[in-house]
């Protein structure tokens, strides 16, 4: 997909970048994939391994535990994940470099050359899809593994042709659960479907918590948006418009995470779970009223910190039920 060409910019207004010239290191390379935010995903991975060794099969028999699936579901998130943000990186490296917000990125600020991250992105690519062979004979990881990262590597170019973009980014976290769910139980949630209910509901969860942050989130860069030709919930309709929707997302989130113990009877949750979820009502709402269409000065309090509380959250009350 070719970048949309950029609205010319006035030399007085144009974003100072500066050139560091030092060689990267670890640090910026945790921080060029924003390893940090590994928290927004890897707990519904981590519920969803739980409530899968925890539910019995559709034969009747219980899933067994390996030592090397546990690791599988690491590398295959670390390296997904970082495929996904690097790539993100690599293709937004000129917006980047445009967008007073994000001007000091590795990238723009030349901590990193696109040569670079052209090749880390595809050595995670080809670790990740290596990773998948751990769960052998289990064969639907590997099937599924180049449909998923390129589905992850996507989302980096739907700003470029649809509003639905946040929606991609919202549907490509919540693959985890049940990519992970897949990886413990096998082939037997492909040929029974019915096995795939209480991960897909949680995935569905999971799409519409980060699809409603994801908007509130890019409120920041409405007006660059508007001015690039890139497509957004808050450009095409307004802050205002686009807090509503966010909140209509984050309505189904709740509605999905209070049915998934009722959706399919042998799942492992009950009342520890939805005490729980009472209190992700309660930061949810304060999530709402950290920011507002007029005042984003709280938005990383309630991008990062809040979501990172709900996200842990839900991990110790769903594990709590699932073991107890």
Not at 149 to 161: E, P, Q
Not at 190 to 216: C, E, K, M, R
Not at 311 to 319: C, E, F, N, R, T
């Amino acid at each position: 997909m070719n970048q949309p060409d950029a609205s010319p910019v006035d030399p007085s207004t144009a974003p100072t970048v500066t050139v560091t010239g030092r060689r990267g290191g670890i640090s910026d390379w945790l921080g060029l994939i924003r390893f940090s935010h590994t928290i927004f995903a890897l707990p519904f991975a981590a519920l969803a391994t739980v409530m899968a060794l925890s539910t019995p099969l559709p034969t009747g028999d219980w899933p067994s535990l390996r030592l090397r699936d546990i690791i599988g579901i690491l590398l295959c998130m670390v390296t997904a994940r970082s495929a996904a943000m690097a790539f993100n990186r690599w293709a937004d490296r000129k917006l980047d470099a445009d967008n007073p917000r994000t001007a000091g990125r590795h990238l723009p600020a030349g901590i990193f050359s696109p040569a670079q991250v052209a090749w880390f992105t595809a050595l995670c690519v080809l670790g990740f899809v290596a990773s998948t062979l751990l769960f052998w004979p289990n064969w639907v990881p590997l099937a599924g593994s180049v449909p998923v990262i390129l589905f992850l590597c996507g989302y980096s170019l739907a700003k470029r042709f649809t509003s639905a973009a946040h929606l991609w980014l919202g549907i490509a976290l919540s693959l985890s659960p049940v990519c992970a769910w897949v990886a413990i139980r096998g082939p037997i949630s492909v040929t029974h479907p019915i096995d795939l209910v209480s991960p897909l509901v949680l995935a569905l969860a999971v799409a519409a918590w980060v699809t409603g942050f994801d908007i509130v989130y890019a409120c920041q860069d409405a007006d660059f948006d508007r001015r690039t030709g890139l497509h957004s919930i808050p450009a095409r309709f307004g802050m205002t418009g686009a807090f509503r929707i966010a909140a209509a997302f984050h309505i189904v989130m709740l509605v999905a995470l209070f049915a998934l113990p009722f959706v399919a009877a042998s799942t492992p949750l009950g009342w520890t779970f939805l005490a729980g979820m009472a209190v992700v009502v309660v930061l949810v709402v304060r999530q709402h009223t950290l920011v507002n269409p007029d005042d984003l000065r709280r938005i990383n309090e309630a991008f990062f910190q809040t979501n990172a509380m709900i996200s842990l959250l839900i991990l110790v009350v769903g594990v709590v039920d699932c073991l107890t």
